[in-house]
């Protein structure tokens, strides 16, 4: 493996840092001031826009897909740390690329499964930034970090499919500009494999029967630059059979497949974010003074930066060399590694952003900075796409299989 960053991710990150430093975090007060004015804290602010704008004309727009018909045509080795770096504003930088999920997670979805129709009525605006869009999975009546116990039923009523069912925590659900759901049930819930039960179809949010019910609150915030984390009910929504995406019973082979790169992505933004608590630590560690010395000069205060910088360094790595293995070996000869990084880089940065609150008191858990707004993000990725104790069980479990 060469740790050295290719010629072309060296150009796309020289570019990124700057759009960052010129455009993103500049930005980031400024759509705090705008949505404060909007008529709906759901609705986007105009910076947004502009940032999008801006990014297109950049040539940093759909980083994220590796299929070059569709996105930029990198690897998971070559997008990791450009994600990494839309992690320092993780609430505006994956927005402004279109590279935010849940949208990218579903576009993946339809450049693989979808139909020639299903791409030009959904993929296509999604990639041109025009729609959003929500991953309809979690339930709140069942323990879905096992996804065979969903229970929102999809049946088949001549050429329609009928969904029934509640779900909660769908990201990006409250944003007016969310257009479509990917919607995970069971066409099949009797079915000898459970893992062929689930199937997955394409719910435009106009449908009738579709209500989008409330937003739900992670850590007290809102989330509101995402579009939010709803609850959303289907009471007999009809969609054509068209709408199927893939094959009926393969609903629950998409989801892995999607959960893959949405991982890896992540856990990059997440190193991000630690770098910019590091970032943050220092500027404070150098600027206060206490007991009659800054701050800097402090033991414990030392040992935390240099904890943290090693921390970050370790599960970087980890994370590239799953990006390599993802490229090289695929998404299932990667899978203790894809679990490892999801087990390791949540935990670490939680870690690396609470120290940086304690290192600005007060501030560190008002508005007035970012971090406290982090840590609720980085605690959530602790339970998004699998919590550490289902990861740690497969790892666990494969890695004893070697001995029995």
């Not at 579709?210 to 929504?237: C, I, L, Q």
């Not at 630590?281 to 009659?292: L, N, S, Y």
């Not at 994370?319 to 203790?336: E, F, I, P, R």
Request: proline content about 5%; glycine content about 8%; hydrophobic content about 40%.
């Amino acid at each position: 493996m060469d740790f050295a960053y290719d010629a072309r991710t060296e150009e796309l990150r020289a570019r990124l840092l700057a759009f960052m430093d010129e455009h993103v975090l500049p930005a980031e007060h400024v759509a705090e001031e705008q949505r404060a004015a909007l008529a709906s804290p759901w609705d986007t602010p105009a910076v947004v826009g502009e940032l999008k704008a801006e990014a297109r004309r950049q040539g940093l727009w759909n980083l994220f897909l590796p299929d070059a018909e569709y996105g930029a045509g990198l690897t998971n080795l070559q997008y990791a740390p450009l994600a990494e770096i839309t992690g320092r504003s993780p609430h505006l930088a994956p927005t402004a690329l279109n590279c935010a999920a849940p949208d990218t997670g579903n576009m993946e979805v339809l450049t693989q499964f979808g139909t020639d129709e299903q791409k030009k009525q959904w993929l296509e605006p999604l990639l041109a930034g025009e729609i959003r869009s929500a991953f309809a999975m979690t339930e709140p009546e069942v323990a879905s970090s096992d996804a065979t116990n969903i229970t929102t039923h999809i049946r088949r009523e001549g050429d329609e499919y009928v969904i029934s069912g509640r779900k909660w925590y769908i990201s990006g659900a409250m944003n007016p500009d969310c257009k479509v759901f990917i919607v995970m049930g069971k066409t099949d819930p009797d079915g000898a494999d459970i893992r062929r039960q689930q199937s997955m179809v394409l719910v435009p949010r106009d449908t009738p029967g579709v209500e989008v019910r409330r937003a739900m609150r992670v850590y007290g915030y809102e989330d509101h630059s995402h579009g939010g984390h709803a609850e959303v009910v289907f009471d007999e929504a009809r969609v054509p059979v068209t709408n199927l995406v893939g094959e009926e019973g393969g609903g629950f082979a998409i989801a892995q497949a999607r959960l893959g790169p949405g991982r890896i992505h992540h856990c990059m933004r997440l190193i991000g974010m630690a770098e910019r608590a590091i970032e943050l630590m220092c500027r404070r560690a150098v600027e206060r003074t206490a007991f009659g010395k800054p701050l800097a000069q402090q033991g414990v205060v030392q040992e935390w930066i240099a904890d943290a910088r090693v921390a970050v360094e370790q599960v970087r790595l980890l994370v590239l060399k799953t990006a390599w293995l993802m490229d090289t070996v695929g998404n299932k000869g990667a899978h203790t590694e894809i679990q490892a990084i999801k087990i390791a880089t949540p935990r670490a940065v939680v870690d690396i952003l609470d120290q940086a609150v304690q290192l600005h008191g007060a501030g560190g858990v008002s508005q007035d900075f970012p971090l406290a707004e982090l840590w609720a993000a980085a605690r959530t990725l602790r339970l998004a796409d699998g919590p550490d104790e289902v990861h740690q069980r497969s790892l666990a479990r494969r890695e004893l299989k070697r001995y029995m």
